[in-house]
């Protein structure tokens, strides 16, 4: 190990004096590096995880600072629909419906008969843990909502199982809106990755730092993805909490 470790001291100082100096600096500093390493080795990877999102808002989506906030998630729904156009057909696929507040409530914004809203879940809670959330958490027994319009229909089960379904109901000849409301990053990351063919949509992401900013950051890193942002809302650590922008091609 001492071997190993001295065989990477390499003075450049031709003075013998100075050599021996520089010597002993830079054994005192790769031993303190070695130490952190060690230090970081023992920090568990949810801490890594859970700070990430921080940085993500900082560095990477930093045009975040600049766009609109909004007071409540139904402004920003509201200006959603505006952005797209308020008389236009919509394909509305949301991942994550739970009660269905927020498929009704773009039911009323959109009017348009020939509009396609899907609701997908699985209706018995969340299939792992987020966060402080509990497996099984928003369970509501398997019931769908209940919403009046002919419109609307609702996909049960787990995404990676029922994505095929889903596909079919997505209909390119009208805007692309999905809403993200799966929490998890690993069924955010699977959606993302499914949903690239369909570039350049417009999506909303209902819990954006955290699980869901890690997941869009590396499916953009993989896929050449870039990300325009129209507005957002603020959460509890003054962070961006839902998102409304448009997944497109990153080199377009």
Request: with cysteine; net charge positive; hydrophobic share 40%.
């Amino acid at each position: 190990m001492i071997k190993n470790f001295l065989k990477y001291i390499k003075p450049k100082s031709k003075n013998k004096f100075f050599f021996i100096i520089e010597f002993f600096i830079l054994i005192l500093v790769n031993f303190i590096k070695l130490i952190i390493k060690k230090i970081f080795t023992l920090i568990p990877i949810r801490i890594y995880e859970n700070l990430l999102p921080y940085s993500l808002n900082y560095y990477h989506f930093d045009k975040l600072k600049l766009i609109k906030i909004f007071k409540t998630r139904e402004e920003l729904w509201h200006s959603a629909i505006e952005k797209i156009g308020v008389e236009k057909k919509i394909s509305f696929i949301e991942f994550g419906t739970f009660e269905g507040y927020s498929i009704k409530k773009f039911t009323e914004l959109n009017k348009n008969p020939d509009s396609i809203f899907v609701g997908c879940d699985t209706f018995i809670g969340l299939p792992e843990r987020w966060n402080k959330m509990p497996k099984g958490m928003w369970n509501v027994d398997g019931k769908l909502p209940i919403i009046d319009d002919k419109r609307v229909e609702f996909i049960k089960g787990k995404f990676q199982n029922t994505y095929s379904e889903i596909e079919k109901n997505i209909n390119t000849k009208n805007e692309l809106l999905f809403h993200f409301d799966a929490d998890l990053y690993s069924a955010t990351l699977f959606l993302l990755t499914k949903l690239d063919k369909f570039k350049e949509y417009y999506a909303i992401f209902d819990e954006f730092t955290g699980h869901e900013s890690r997941a869009i950051y590396n499916y953009c890193q993989s896929y050449d993805a870039d990300i325009e942002f129209y507005g957002k809302t603020i959460g509890y650590s003054n962070t961006p909490h839902r998102v409304f922008c448009k997944i497109k091609h990153k080199y377009k």
